[in-house]
């Protein structure tokens, strides 16, 4: 099982970026996806989980109304759009595997990990 996060990057408050994750060694029809993020000095915290058919999502407080979670089973990967970029969204950002196929935002519910992106916003 391997998932793998990629466009992070350093970027001006405002600004939108978008986030990858493509994984291989399970089939993403059987399992939930989340995304989370930890900032330096601070705990790992939830942004947002999709469940396997993508019909339900959920979100952090912190990022509803300008993070967007959506996936594309067929290519094996999940996004995260993320739109008006704050500097308190400044962290490393990880996605996560599911131990089933229905939505879940606690961290003692994904089984797997990938190794992070780094997100900097600062202007």
């Known amino acids: 099982v391997q998932l793998q996060a990629s466009g992070g990057g350093l970027v001006q408050p405002g600004v939108s970026l978008r986030l990858s994750c493509v994984v291989s060694?399970?089939?993403?029809?059987?399992?939930?996806i989340g995304w989370f993020r930890q900032a330096p000095g601070k705990e790992r915290e939830f942004v947002a989980a999709?469940?396997?058919?993508?019909?339900?999502?959920s979100y952090a407080d912190s990022v509803k109304g300008r993070f967007t979670i959506s996936r594309d089973n067929a290519k094996n990967t999940v996004y995260l759009g993320m739109n008006s970029l704050k500097p308190e969204d400044t962290a490393v950002y990880y996605c996560?595997?599911?131990?089933?196929?229905?939505?879940?935002?606690?961290?003692?519910?994904?089984?797997?990990w990938g190794q992070g992106t780094l997100v900097t916003v600062s202007s």
């Open positions: 996560a595997m599911g131990r089933d196929r229905f939505l879940r935002t606690r961290i003692a519910d994904f089984g797997s």
């Open positions: 060694g399970f089939s993403l029809d059987d399992h939930a």
């Open positions: 999709i469940s396997w058919s993508a019909g339900s999502t």
